[in-house]
């Protein structure tokens, strides 16, 4: 059978996507610049710019070419389609942007939450905080947060042991009165290995988070994987070699060396650098109880890299070290420091232009 041809409708909302995506990668551009960087006919661009002015998407900048020849009409996107709410969950606090579908940041703010915060402290936080970004509703939200976060549900999940609790948080709920689309959840770690994606240029590696908390995310055909429940990459129970030679749980490592803070579970991580700087044993100590950890990731997940990020995950002697004692198994895997600053802010980010745009170029279709 000959193939439908596709309908007039079909190919004029295609051309309005071209235009749209056009103006979202280059801010400004006139009639003949977006024929030329799309590849379609300037009376088409042209059709295709004067419906989607009509419809409020695209304004006329008022700005005109210079030089020789006939001058030519700048057009961008319309100011008020709309913004997305970043909002990211941590010890450090609650902190908030909203972005437009140029992915310029429009507003920011910050709220400083304890250690020992709990649902009601932060859901409080997260709500003021979208209510100060979001007087007209955003269109959608991406969440990070620094506690598991349920894959059906987009809830935190409590589990033992995790030294930043804010119970059964449910973002979406916080966020409904001040969002008008969906909202995305998911847990820090997972979005700084999407940072981190971008920056190693590898698909396949394994980003494990060693600051006051403790966490993994397995990379592999460059998508997170998070597992059923979405729980995957929870490395703090992982059984591994303790100081003494005996298996126990990656976690209660530190609470052997007496390197968490007090009445926490939350790693003292400068004690911990304190150590690492100045008693080679503790380092290596350290060393052997993640390596081990991260053996049995290699084996699984068979990644191409290992990638270090948390506060003392970065530095260079905690690289090293792990260096060592992955190189001596049966699989050496190269391990490497994170390079991106705030990776889940800049993950979160990244996706929340991602949908607004779609929620745009919706709009046209």
């Known amino acids: 059978m000959t193939p439908a041809k596709p309908s007039l409708e079909m190919l004029r909302a295609l051309t309005d996507e071209n235009v749209l995506r056009a103006l979202m990668a280059d801010r400004r551009l006139t009639r003949a610049e977006i024929a030329a960087r799309t590849g379609i006919s300037k009376p088409t661009i042209s059709d295709a710019v004067q419906r989607l002015a009509a419809s409020g998407l695209v304004v006329d900048t008022g700005e005109r070419t210079t030089g020789r020849g006939r001058s030519g009409s700048y057009y961008a996107l319309a100011p008020g389609l709309g913004t997305a709410l970043v909002a990211s969950i941590s010890p450090r606090g609650v902190t908030a942007e909203t972005v437009d579908a140029l992915g310029d940041t429009v507003a920011r703010t910050h709220t400083d939450l304890g250690r020992n915060a709990g649902e009601h402290q932060a859901a409080k936080a997260l709500a003021e905080a979208a209510a100060r970004l979001t007087s007209g509703g955003a269109r959608l939200a991406v969440v990070s947060a620094a506690d598991p976060v349920d894959r059906a549900t987009g809830r935190l999940v409590r589990l ?206």
């Open 160 to 365: 033992p042991d995790a030294p930043f609790l804010v119970g059964a948080l449910n973002p979406a709920a916080v966020l409904a009165p001040h969002v008008t689309g969906p909202v995305l959840v998911d847990n820090d770690v997972n979005w700084a290995a999407r940072a981190e994606h971008q920056a190693v240029g590898v698909d396949d590696f394994v980003y494990v988070h060693l600051g006051e908390g403790l966490g993994c995310a397995v990379v592999t055909d460059g998508a997170v994987r998070r597992g059923h429940r979405g729980l995957a990459g929870e490395i703090a129970h992982v059984c591994t070699t303790g100081p003494d030679g005996t298996a126990m749980p990656l976690t209660e490592v530190f609470a052997a060396l007496g390197l968490r803070r007090p009445d926490s579970t939350a790693i003292d991580v400068p004690a911990l650098e304190a150590a690492i700087a100045s008693d080679a044993a503790t380092a290596e100590t350290l060393a052997r109880a993640v390596g081990g950890v991260l053996s049995a990731a290699v084996a699984l997940a068979d990644p191409a890299l290992i990638v270090l990020g948390g506060e003392w995950g970065r530095l260079p002697e905690t690289r090293a070290a792990i260096d060592r004692q992955l190189a001596l198994g049966p699989r050496p895997v190269r391990v490497v420091a994170a390079t991106v600053d705030s990776p889940e802010l800049t993950a979160a980010r990244d996706r929340a232009v991602v949908e607004l745009r779609e929620l745009v170029v919706g709009t046209a279709r």
